[in-house]
């Protein structure tokens, strides 16, 4: 077993853990939280990816490397929205949990 | 059976570079009014519109006189190792259908976020305008992209413009619908995310047609299609994971509530029909296809129910919406049946795409018209807005050709699409989904009939708190009527929708 | 077992073992430190897969500026919700059962290797030199897939105005709440007084560097988004409006002068976002630069958050 395919097995178990901690936690900040190990372990496995792919001199195959650095950025994004999002729900109405409350019982 | 290879073209066609044009404008327009500290951001956003809207007429020429997809090759590198942009017939078509109803919306919205001089903007029409322009940036990005990572970026752009306004207004309830609409699109982007790291890690490449070579029906490629599939489907609201967009999208301003329904939800849905269609042409088996459009039945009958037990305008709209986009799942079992040699050349392709178009047209108009009577009397309760079409006779009007769509009746192009769909049914054997398909149109003119009956009803009109102006009246009209201008389109499989499309064959695995 | 597979066990399990106490931990305050941690060990583990730009990417930013976020925002949140919408014990068996099943399907695509790794490698080397980069990476974000980076730029300032839309009407434009502590003799003041300068070379260094060796304008702009952030939270300067001109200009800069220089590739290198024969590098290092100052401005707004008060006259 080389390092690549180890470390492969290891994102999928953290894809596995970051979605029951993305699905089942009702705290909001834990689902971002929960969706940032998520994103990580799929990147992890482009990266196990990248490495199987390394030929012509280089370690690991750049294009797979570049995908992950937009996706980590783009994540960041993702989770500066969802945070500022959360905090200002918080502001508003004091909660921090997603309430799975009727839409049809909500005003205008 | 082993599709043949998708033979495209693989150079930058002539003029290619409108594709590059139809996504840059937009972002144009953002560094613009971010430079100007928002000062002219409605001009400038309305001129960067007609531009586009110029862009995508001229792209749609050209694709109608050349016969051929525009192929763009960015930077001269050809993909595996660069990106390629391409924009066949229904590439074509979408970008149109596009960029008249964000014109529209654009036109429409200047009631609510115009500025009247050349001032510091305030918070919502700023970010309004900028978003407008965001959400069409990714758009056409995701009709003309060929590479599943560039569709990626695309589907980000697109879903980071269109949260913030679900909460524009700031309300609790809207943000709260913002958060969850943000929930759902990243645990969607993510699943989609993962399914790209599977395919490329097995075929080396994410360009489509060089993916439609080399995916074989195998267990990778089907362990990634399930998951992309999965994320793109919370994307587009497909039952059972509708959950965020009713409260989403009736939260939204009305401009933007418009620009979500009609447009927004069906950019991740082009993506479905790329991926199954183009990118993996093999993989699509019955099985697959049938449990797709059972999803899609199951939208159709749960939202529309659920419509009618509304007692909020906008959210019976907002179900409506969850319902309409089940008849476009149709389009896989019905498309990639025996009956015609190749998928787009059979009715239920064209069908399918028409159901989308006139969906569009339909669903803009009726949130803008929502809009209109929600401003004209202060709320949107469907119980209290009897004889309102007294008052707003042309805003009903066009309500009423919005739902003729929905429910199928003719004429309309959502008729054409529905009938087509139907025949489809006929054809490929498939009867159950044209059980489903009529009893969704019964339940359509159920709810659509439950709101038009309370506007038509003979007693005194409302007193409208502020007046309509008599031209917003009219842009909705004129959106509702490209929905029943579709209803022209001759009751045959479009030459059109086939341009660019490869020869290939496609069995479903029985 | 060799040295190597006996280490990546380790990281691997240490790495697994973090991860999921994070996922389970009771509090929020230590599970945000805990994810921190998370993002340094992806960092190492990063390097192990000879990643090294992805390692001070994650570093940076998954490590760094994403658990600033997280703890400023844990710090804001008030209002303690009783556990009670805690989802029930057969709806977490079920996700437990979906989660099990799709690491199961992962596990299995990992332990299905073809034949031979199909690679872009060595397609990515060998039109390397035709850019004058040395950097393999930086050649497939700048110059194969560069529409790719600026849609993402593009992103990064489209989550800037989305965060800012949040703001209520009358805090339009003004400053972002970002958490300042005035303690003049506290140590972070210290660290902001002797931090930045260091940081904002290595900033500039890893930007420069990125063209040849790992590095570049996202990683350098990051770096530069944290020293700016930690001169700001120790109060040695002030956070600035969101309207102020010099502010909006620094935020467009870095995609105008990318947008720019794509746009001349229709003229001079005959495809949008192609480069010239000989002068690829120069362009791509101005992009590059004037993108590290856009990144950096943006990460930081980012973190500060949405506007909450209105400069004073």
């Not at chain 2, 108009?365 to 079409?389: K, S």
């Not at chain 3, 849609?151 to 805090?171: H, I, N, Q, R, T």
Request: one cysteine or more.
């Amino acid at each position: 077993m080389t390092s690549g395919v180890l470390l492969g097995y290891c994102g999928a178990v953290l894809v596995g853990l970051g979605l029951f901690g993305l699905v089942t936690n009702p705290e909001i900040l834990r689902k971002i939280l929960a969706f940032n190990v998520l994103g990580n372990g799929v990147f992890l496995l482009f990266g196990v990816i990248a490495r199987r792919g390394a030929a012509a001199g280089l370690g690991a195959d750049p294009v797979p490397q570049a995908l992950v650095i937009t996706g980590i950025v783009v994540a960041f994004s993702a989770t500066a929205m969802a945070v500022g999002l959360l905090v200002r729900l918080n502001k508003v109405s004091g909660q921090t949990i997603m309430t799975s409350d009727d839409p049809t019982n909500s005003g205008k | 059976m082993v599709p043949d290879a998708i033979v495209l073209s693989d150079a930058t066609t002539a003029d290619g570079y409108l594709l590059v044009l139809a996504i840059i404008f937009p972002v144009i327009g953002i560094l613009l009014t971010l430079a100007f500290g928002g000062r002219y951001v409605e001009r400038i956003a309305l001129v960067l519109l007609l531009a586009g809207l110029v862009v995508a007429i001229a792209i749609f020429a050209a694709v109608l006189r050349d016969d051929q997809s525009l192929v763009y090759i960015v930077g001269n590198w050809k993909p595996p190792l660069g990106i390629a942009l391409r924009a066949d017939g229904v590439s074509a078509a979408m970008m149109l259908t596009i960029a008249v109803i964000i014109c529209a919306i654009g036109l429409y919205a200047r009631g609510e976020f115009g500025q009247s001089q050349a001032t510091v903007p305030t918070r919502a029409s700023y970010a309004f305008w900028v978003l407008l322009l965001a959400i069409w940036s990714g758009l056409n990005a995701m009709a003309v992209g060929a590479d599943l990572f560039n569709l990626y970026v695309a589907l980000e752009l697109l879903t980071f413009a269109a949260v913030p306004l679900v909460c524009l207004k700031g309300y609790e309830e809207t943000i709260k619908a913002a958060l969850r609409y943000m929930l759902f699109a990243l645990l969607g982007s993510v699943l989609y995310l993962l399914g790209i790291a599977l395919i490329y890690g097995a075929y080396g490449t994410l360009d489509i047609a060089l993916l439609s070579d080399r995916v074989r029906p195998e267990p990778i490629a089907w362990i990634a299609a399930a998951l992309m599939t999965a994320g793109l489907l919370a994307k587009t609201a497909l039952f059972p994971l509708h959950l965020w967009l009713p409260p989403a999208h009736a939260g939204a301003p009305p401009p933007g509530s418009a620009v979500l329904s009609a447009l927004v939800v069906k950019g991740s849905f082009i993506l479905i029909v790329r991926l199954w269609f183009d990118a993996m042409p093999g993989l699509l088996s019955f099985a697959a296809a049938q449990l797709l459009a059972a999803l899609g039945a199951g939208a159709i009958l749960f939202g529309s129910v659920l419509a009618l037990r509304q007692a909020r305008l906008k959210l019976l709209i907002a179900y409506s919406t969850i319902a309409q986009i089940g008849y476009l799942f149709f389009i896989f079992p019905l498309a990639s049946g025996d009956s015609a040699s190749t998928p787009w050349s059979s009715i239920a392709w064209t069908g399918g795409w028409l159901q989308l178009f006139s969906h569009a047209f339909a669903k803009a108009a009726m949130f803008m018209a929502a809009g209109l009577i929600a401003e004209a009397v202060g709320h949107d309760q469907i119980a209290d807005l009897r004889g309102i079409g007294r008052a707003l006779p042309v805003t009903i009007f066009a309500f009423g050709l919005a739902g003729l769509s929905l429910m199928g009746v003719p004429p309309s192009g959502g008729f054409v699409a529905k009938w087509m769909l139907l025949s489809a049914t006929v054809m490929e054997g498939q009867w159950w989904w044209a059980v489903v398909m009529l009893v969704g149109g019964l339940l359509a003119g159920g709810y659509v009939f439950m709101v038009l009956g309370k506007a038509l009803s003979s007693t005194t009109p409302p007193v409208l708190r502020v007046s309509i102006p008599r031209h917003s009246e009219v842009l909705v009209l004129a959106v509702a009527l490209c929905a029943v201008l579709l209803g022209l389109v001759p009751l045959q499989p479009s030459e059109f929708l086939t341009i660019g499309r490869p020869d290939i064959h496609t069995t479903a695995l029985q | 077992m060799t040295y190597d597979l006996a280490f990546d066990i380790s990281l691997a399990g240490l790495l697994l073992a973090i991860a999921l106490w994070t996922i389970v931990a009771r509090a929020i305050f230590p599970a945000i430190v805990l994810f921190m941690v998370y993002g340094l060990l992806l960092g190492i583990v990063w390097v192990r897969l000879s990643a090294v730009d992805v390692a001070l990417t994650e570093a940076a930013i998954g490590g760094g500026v994403t658990s600033m976020l997280l703890l400023g925002a844990a710090a804001r949140l008030q209002g303690k919700n009783v556990a009670s919408e805690q989802l029930g014990l057969p709806g977490r068996l079920a996700a437990a059962l979906l989660c099990i099943f799709v690491t199961a399907g992962l596990a299995y695509a990992v332990f299905l290797r073809p034949e031979v790794a199909a690679t872009l490698a060595p397609m990515a080397k060998e039109n390397l030199a035709e850019s004058g980069l040395g950097n393999p990476v930086a050649g497939v974000l700048f110059v194969y897939r560069a529409l790719d980076t600026l849609l993402e730029k593009v992103v990064l300032l489209l989550a800037l105005v989305g965060v800012w839309s949040l703001a209520k009407d009358e805090m339009w434009g003004g400053i972002p709440g970002l958490r300042v502590y005035a303690q003049p003799s506290g140590i972070l003041v210290y660290l902001a007084q002797v931090l930045p300068p260091i940081g904002i070379m290595v900033g500039i260094y890893m930007f420069w560097a990125g063209a040849n060796y790992p590095g570049g304008a996202f990683q350098g702009g990051t770096v530069l988004a944290a020293m700016w952030l930690l001169v700001m939270m120790a109060r040695l300067q002030d956070v600035p409006a969101t309207s102020a001109p010099w502010v909006r200009l620094c935020l467009v800069v870095g995609p105008v002068a990318f947008l720019a220089i794509g746009l001349s590739g229709f003229v001079f290198a005959g495809s949008f976002l192609g480069y010239p024969e000989g002068h690829a590098k120069p362009l791509i290092i101005i992009a590059e630069a004037t993108l590290t100052l856009s990144i950096g401005v943006t990460l930081a707004l980012l973190v500060a958050g949405p506007p909450e008060r209105m400069p004073q006259r």
